[in-house]
Nanobody
Framework: QVQLAESGGGLVQAGDSLRLSCAVP????????MGWFRQAPGKEREFVAA????????YYADSVEGRFTISRDNAKNTVYLQMNTLKPEDTAVYSC??????WGSGLSLAQGSAYRYWGQGTQITVSS
C-alpha cells in the first residue's frame, strides 16, 4: 500500500491562487504518471489534470485548462497542482493518485478507475 499525502488546501477568495502538493513515498515515483481529481459535495469525482512520468506530457480537464498547471519533481517524489484564478465552482476536495498504466497506453486518464493508490485529499474552498 502506498500512502499519498496531499497538502496546500485552504480557504481563498475568487481570483486567488493556490498550489497543492502531493508527496509520494517510494523509489519508483518517477516511473508513473500522476493525476489530480476533485470531488465537490453532492457531486461525482471529477478529473482535473494528469502528468506523465517525464513531466513534459500533461492533460487537463476543459474546466481548468489555462488556469491550472500540473507539474512534478521526481527528485522530491512530489506532484504539484498550481491553481490560478480560482472560482467558487473549484471548491472541492482535491486528491492525487497514481496512474496504473504507461502514459499513452489508451487507458483513459480522466477515469478514476485508471488510477490506484489515492491520497486522503485536501479541501479547497473558494468564496465569491
Amino acid at each position: 500500500q502506498v500512502q499519498l499525502a496531499e497538502s496546500g488546501g485552504g480557504l481563498v477568495q475568487a481570483g486567488d491562487s493556490l498550489r497543492l502538493s502531493c508527496a509520494v513515498p517510494g523509489r519508483t515515483f518517477s516511473d508513473y504518471a500522476m493525476g489530480w481529481f476533485r470531488q465537490a459535495p453532492g457531486k461525482e469525482r471529477e478529473f482535473v489534470a494528469a502528468v506523465a512520468w517525464n513531466a513534459y506530457n500533461t492533460y487537463y480537464a476543459d474546466s481548468v485548462e489555462g488556469r491550472f498547471t500540473i507539474s512534478r519533481d521526481n527528485a522530491k517524489n512530489t506532484v504539484y497542482l498550481q491553481m490560478n484564478t480560482l472560482k467558487p465552482e473549484d471548491t472541492a476536495v482535491y486528491s492525487c493518485a497514481i496512474y496504473r498504466a504507461p502514459w499513452g497506453s489508451g487507458l483513459s486518464l480522466a477515469q478514476g478507475s485508471a488510477y490506484r493508490y489515492w491520497g486522503q485529499g485536501t479541501q479547497i474552498t473558494v468564496s465569491s
